[in-house]
């Protein structure tokens, strides 16, 4: 479970008598409380649905083509997939097809099984700040929920072919994520081989 939770699983184990530890799910927490909330949930006696954001809701899978790191002058193309709603997301962020290495398939691309491409993901600040408290579904405390969006997209080596290192992508890709003031983080995942 979430290290976050932590404070909460010690609150609740400090409700026993300190001659016997007492677990977590056999704490008799006051009733009504936040740590019966939260015991609630830890038990299973509580569940919480998250609903997405319309912001966030996937939308189709479009279909785009990249060159894999791991093929030096790599001239084959490999099918992946995209989320539109990333795609249409790409007219309004910093960084664009051209730093991702991203292309319609070809002639020639192919559907490569066991090959999961490198992955970028931004997120960014909304503009508007949040001024609306959102409701813990495990605690019952209000807080103010993060106003960002994040994208993820799949990126490769040069699109004519020439060799181009997972090192120099991600800095080029980094460099222009970063132009942005409303720019969160970014995070990488190399490519993989199964």
Known sequence: MAKRFNNLKAALKSLGPPSAETSVADASPPPGSILDNFHKF???AKKVNYERKSASKK???VTQMVRPFAVANSSTGYKVKVSQRA?????????GVNEL??????????????FLPARLTVSIQSSSAN???TTSQITGIKYYGKSAVSYTFPFGQN????TVTYESAVQSALENSLTTSALRKVNFKSEVWR
Do not use: M, R
Not at 87 to 95: E, Q, S, T, W
Not at 159 to 162: F, M, R
């Open 87 to 95: 795609i249409d997301a790409l007219a309004n962020l910093p960084i």
């Open 59 to 61: 939308k189709a899978l």
């Open 159 to 162: 699109k004519d072919g020439t």
């Open 101 to 114: 290495n991203l292309s319609d398939p070809v002639t020639g691309s192919e559907e490569k099984k066991g």
């Open 42 to 44: 830890y038990t299973g």
């Open 131 to 133: 001024t609306e408290k």
